[in-house]
């Protein structure tokens, strides 16, 4: 923000005042990593270097000042001998040396811009990221691993997961507009550091299989042969009979079995296999074998108090303040004209009050309140309209459009009525050409209805204060956790905009991570002893419709393909981290904005975890049994359960080799099974982590004849 505000500076192209700073941060950052001795060349763990990110997907807007731009911090980089490579990202003009790469869901058709340069794919998304109003989006992981595996199939060198491990906009550090406070971008690892099965452990699986081929990866390129109709197979030899194969379909509906070097393998539709000696499958991205980890709201009914600790905050301990509509002490400015709200704030609060007056007076032989029409436009994010003082409309955009407008009918008063607005930013835009300049707050009101004339306030004067008022007090600090401007009555008072609420709470036991719940409030900001935990809006609910709950992973994926919790908060679990907390007594302060219920708001933390896994007698065995020359040491496949760190497997609900029906979380037995619970109780209970053979020898056959499987389910905690 604050290179924003340098006279004459223009963003990512080719000006002098952008240029000097954008080399002076280069050079700090490289000598950085110099000093500590981190680059590969020095003994350190960094091989690669980049310079810009994503420019080539805006550049045209900035015509050839962005053509000489790349050329300059090229040549810039390169400048600093960083003795690593140099990429850009989505950057097809990237000048030599510097590597162009690829970001998005799929970069197997992906090609540099010479032949001298690897291709790399620099960002692929794991998922999506969150946005207030929005459903929450995930990428089956099936899809995920077709993606990665096409990738190296095709002749891929390197290949970075965006997000792997998810994380939290803490603060009000979240980008814009409306990205929520969790990034957890259904990542492998998730926001908390839980492992997400069956994502986790499905791409651990992968790139056990894709490291197996490694050998023949480096030492030729592909060569592509046609199965059929959306069927090839890419190989990569050594010698003419030393060989490993990625056989794909990429038919997005159907299945189909090919012959490939004498041999028959089934390809399910929108798949790979890997053959790491030309003959033998060991992993097939569409087969997911891994576990499957339970989210509590998916878990058995039984196993929710087992699994999660959930603490109320004692309603009696809660203190308030409410603030006052509009500007108040000496703080306020007066302009003509509607003023732009990031220019005015500079970023030092999301709040800008425009504070004005509508005269009713004798000429308009007004003299008893009228209805009239209060018309306002904003260029985003939201806002809240006070008329004497009184709420009369919230109005809001939404990420992929922030701009909105309000139209509310209101009631005036002969005389002089007070306009009160508070104008909201959530987030900075942060992507997109020009992106620096996209301005926000109010730009347009008008009062329509009165008896002779429109009121246009745009160009009235107008009274500003950057802030609220509990933000000049510093009611967040934990210094004024005892002053007397909080106020402590008999009953927490709900539903009231513009009021802080404090509380003190002890920490759960433990060391695991912890969520604040606030489902019952409305939109705000909360801080834990002194410390953002980020903005929160449960008040805003997403579109009911969209979401599915099996989403087919077959087909190409985007952002808006899979969707869940249609009709809900985009998020109402917040992350505290335990690093933040006293062993005592810890400080709760919220700023709400629109109004909800603090009496209801608990602290979460994770006491166990529900695991199952299903798996079939013609699964192949695990990829970590393959050895070369040898091949797999195990012959059948394996039931691999394993706890987050820190729990053990403490029982075993279900068990069934035969026929069962259902899926995690609710299975029942089939017609034909053998109760195995007692066999894996026996080689998993009290463990971290087991694997059980699956195979007639080691549980029975129950249903000769027919193929078996497995289901079983299982509970970990501490």
């Known amino acids: 923000m604050w290179l924003h505000f340098i006279p004459g500076i223009q963003f990512r192209t080719s000006n002098n005042l952008f240029k000097n700073e954008m080399k002076r941060f280069l050079e700090k950052i490289v000598n950085l990593m110099k000093d500590e001795k981190l680059f590969a060349s020095q003994g350190g763990p960094i091989i690669l270097a980049q310079v810009e990110n994503e ?232 087969k997911v074998t891994s576990q499957k980890t339970l989210e509590v709201c998916d878990a058995s009914p039984a196993m929710d108090t087992v699994m999660v600790r959930q603490s109320y905050l004692d309603s009696s301990e809660w203190s308030w303040y409410e603030e006052k509509i509009g500007v108040c002490g000496n703080k306020s400015f007066v302009e003509s004209g509607l003023l732009e709200q990031i220019n005015t704030t500079k970023d030092t609060s999301d709040f800008l009050w425009y504070t004005t007056s509508i005269n009713i007076n004798d000429d308009m032989e007004i003299h008893k309140p009228i209805e009239a029409s209060l018309k306002i436009s904003s260029l985003g994010h939201a806002a809240m309209v006070f008329v004497n003082k009184k709420p009369v409309g919230f109005g809001y955009g939404i990420h992929d459009g922030a701009s909105f407008a309000l139209n509310k009918k209101i009631s005036l008063n002969p005389g002089t009525n007070a306009l009160d607005i508070l104008s909201m930013m959530i987030g900075l835009q942060n992507y997109g050409p020009w992106f620096d300049i996209q301005g926000a707050g109010i730009d347009s009101v008008n009062v329509t209805g009165l008896k002779k004339h429109t009121e246009h306030l745009s160009s009235a004067k107008w009274t500003y204060q950057v802030g609220t008022e509990g933000e000049y007090l510093g009611l967040q600090e934990p210094d004024l956790a005892n002053s007397s401007l909080w106020y402590k009555g008999n009953a927490v008072p709900v539903n009231h905009s513009l009021i802080w609420y404090k509380t003190i709470f002890v920490a759960p036991e433990g060391s695991g991570p912890l969520s604040l719940n606030l489902a019952t409030m409305g939109k705000g900001q909360a801080w834990v002893n002194g410390q953002s935990i980020g903005r929160y809006w449960p008040a805003y609910i997403s579109p009911t419709t969209g979401c599915t709950d099996n989403c087919d992973y077959r087909g190409s994926y985007n952002a808006w393909k899979c969707l869940k919790k249609c009709g809900q908060p985009a998020q109402t679990l917040y992350h505290i981290p335990r690093t933040w907390l006293n062993a005592g007594k810890n400080l ?47 012959e059948v496949p394996h039931a691999r359960l394993t706890c987050d760190e820190g729990w053990h497997i403490a029982s075993i609900s279900f068990a069934i080799f035969g026929d069962f029906k259902g899926e995690c979380g609710a299975f029942t037995p089939g017609s034909c099974y053998f109760n195995v619970a007692s066999k894996f109780e026996k080689a998993c209970v009290g463990k971290q982590g087991c694997s059980v053979p699956i195979s007639t020898t080691n549980l029975g056959d129950p249903c000769p004849g027919m193929l078996k499987s497995l289901a079983v389910q299982a509970l970990c905690n501490s």
């Open 55 to 286: 420019y080539g997907n805006v550049e045209g807007a900035y015509g050839v000042g962005g053509e000489k731009y790349v050329k300059w911090a090229a040549k810039t980089a390169v400048s600093l001998n960083t003795t690593v490579p140099w990429v850009m990202c989505s950057q097809s003009d990237a000048p030599d040396p510097i590597i162009n790469t690829c970001n998005g869901f799929y970069c197997d058709g992906f090609t540099p811009n010479s032949k001298s340069k690897p291709p790399m794919w620099t960002e692929n998304y794991s998922g999506w990221f969150l946005s207030f109003g929005y459903p929450i989006p995930y990428r089956p992981v099936e899809d995920l691993a077709f993606a990665v595996a096409r990738f190296f199939e095709q002749g891929g060198t390197f290949q970075n997961y965006y997000m792997y491990f998810g994380g939290t906009n803490f603060g009000r550090t979240a980008g814009g507009p409306l990205i929520a406070t969790s990034y957890d971008y259904d990542a492998p690892l998730d926001e908390y550091g839980f492992l997400r099965q069956p994502k986790w452990g499905h791409l651990r699986d992968l790139h056990i299989a894709i490291k197996l081929c490694e050998d023949y990866l480096v030492e030729a390129d592909p060569i592509r042969v046609s199965l059929g109709v959306n069927l090839e197979a890419h190989v990569y030899y050594k010698t003419s009979n030393d060989c490993a194969a990625f056989l794909a379909n990429v038919d997005s509906k159907l299945a189909a079995t090919v012959t490939f070097n004498g041999n028959s393998y089934f390809l399910p539709a929108w798949s790979v296999s890997i053959l790491p000696d030309c003959r033998t499958v060991v992993f097939n991205t569409a």
């Open 588 to 634: 709760l302060v919220l700023h709400e904005e629109l109004g909800g219920d603090p009496s209801k708001i608990s602290i979460i933390t994770r006491a166990g975890q529900e695991i199952c896994t299903t798996l079939s007698e013609d699964d192949l065995p695990p990829a970590d049994t393959w050895e070369p020359e040898i091949g797999f040491t195990s």
